[in-house]
């Protein structure tokens, strides 16, 4: 019984294996090419192309079928299909039987917009120390997208969307790229005017400093009121009441 179980798990395993499904890109109205792999060991005398399991094509020596008609090509000598105009509907897995035996190989069609052009974003807007950079554009439905950052007159690096201003240097000038498999667009060179920041902590002694002479200062002015009045009592008693001074004695 542990010998028949044992059996059973090896050939699903090296059935799943012996199927390897391969990532393909389209745009809409493009063309996309499917080949046999691997390319079978006999001449060819029929194939049957099928997308998500709907037939495409079927040849062999006596029948001809194409459910792609006017935009399918199809080698018979070497089982390439070739189907042009490509639209979100032809998304799909793509697989063939060649000589009534399956193909290990599948293709999976998937459609993707081109990228847009990018442009550097800059936050916060005032460039005073480290400041984010974005490479901005919306690539919504364009499938995997790479970045790519050039400073000044460097070389392109590949890094992420957003990237720091502080680990490039203090160059003024940049550039991103966007990629995919499809398509790449650069954006125009942005100059930043980077002004010199001061030391946090610098900054903030000197904060502290200036409020603490303030106080000092609003202290004295008030100690210098206080002692006016209680110095100078009886000459305010007597300018008030010069005439009456029985009567404004305290």
Not at 27 to 48: A, N, Q, V
Not at 50 to 70: F, I, M, N, Q
């Amino acid at each position: 019984m542990d010998n028949v179980v044992v059996l059973c798990l090896l050939l699903v395993e090296l059935s799943s294996s012996s199927t390897q499904e391969t990532l393909m890109y389209f745009k809409e109205g493009g063309s996309l090419t499917l080949d046999l792999r691997p390319f079978p060991p006999k001449s060819i005398t029929s194939i049957l192309w099928t997308c998500d399991g709907d037939l495409l094509v079927d040849c062999c020596e006596s029948k001809h079928y194409y459910a792609y008609r006017g935009t399918a090509t199809l080698d018979m000598h070497t089982g390439r299909l070739l189907i042009r105009n490509m639209t979100e509907a032809d998304q799909g897995v793509y697989s063939v039987e060649t000589n009534n035996e399956v193909q290990g190989e599948t293709y999976n069609a998937v459609m993707i917009k081109p990228v847009p052009t990018p442009e550097v974003r800059v936050s916060p807007l005032t460039a005073r120390g480290p400041c984010k950079l974005t490479c901005e554009g919306d690539t919504t439905g364009a499938g995997p997208v790479t970045y790519s950052w050039k400073s000044g007159d460097g070389e392109w690096k590949e890094l992420q969307k957003d990237i720091m201003e502080e680990e490039h240097g203090r160059v003024n000038t940049f550039t991103c790229r966007m990629k995919n498999p499809l398509s790449e667009e650069e954006s125009p060179a942005r100059t930043i005017l980077f002004v010199p920041g001061e030391p946090a902590a610098s900054g903030l002694w000197i904060k502290v400093f200036g409020a603490g002479i303030k106080c000092l200062a609003i202290l004295a002015l008030l100690g210098a009121v206080v002692y006016a009045l209680w110095s100078n009592q009886e000459p305010l008693r007597r300018l008030m009441c010069p005439r009456q001074r029985t009567n404004c004695d305290y």
